[in-house]
């Protein structure tokens, strides 16, 4: 397992891609559940959400981005790479909400506060590396790849909050 996240590491780094993580269904339900669950506890170490909230938006947000990125895989007739994108999606997301997790204990820890700052760092980061991870599974332009990670980003978010009834 330590080699899987050293290959999460290596794709947030923009020195790997999809492509180089094995293609396994297990692999990818275990990585999805991981996500899932590190998503849920540090979503509600942060906020106040009843916890059906936070998990039906969690789980609205990675159904959509499966569905949109099989789509955008389709698109480009490259279906057959979703099991690794979606790996490798999946996989950096939770590397991220471990970022996200050991700063907000560093922070509670310290009793200091730069979550606006570390909020925007890890969605700048988070677009980067999603598109990054888009480009070399759909082997389209960098600009290109990260637009469509950016448009992902926004859709997904916003299917979450239809989800649970917010606006």
């Not at 916890?51 to 959509?64: D, K, P, Q, R, S």
């Not at 996989?91 to 471990?98: K, Y």
Request: hydrophobic residues 60%; positive net charge.
């Amino acid at each position: 397992m330590l080699y899987i996240f050293s290959m999460f590491w290596r794709i947030a780094q923009l020195k790997s891609g999809p492509e180089d993580l094995p293609s396994s269904s297990f692999l990818l339900l275990v990585v999805t559940v991981a996500n899932i669950l590190l998503s849920l506890a540090v979503s509600m170490s942060i906020g106040t959400q009843p916890v059906g909230i936070v998990a039906t938006t969690i789980l609205t947000n990675l159904a959509a981005q499966a569905l949109i990125i099989y789509g955008l895989l389709a698109l480009v007739a490259k279906p057959a790479r979703l099991t690794q994108t979606l790996t490798a999606y999946f996989g950096c997301d939770l590397l991220l909400n471990l970022v996200i997790g050991m700063s907000i204990a560093l922070m509670r820890l310290l009793s200091v506060d730069f979550m606006t700052t570390l909020a925007l760092l890890i969605f700048f980061w988070s677009i980067l590396i999603f598109g990054h991870i888009l480009r070399k599974a759909m082997e389209v332009h960098l600009i290109m790849a990260i637009t469509l990670a950016f448009l992902l980003t926004l859709v997904t978010v916003a299917l979450g909050q239809l989800a649970v009834g917010q606006t």
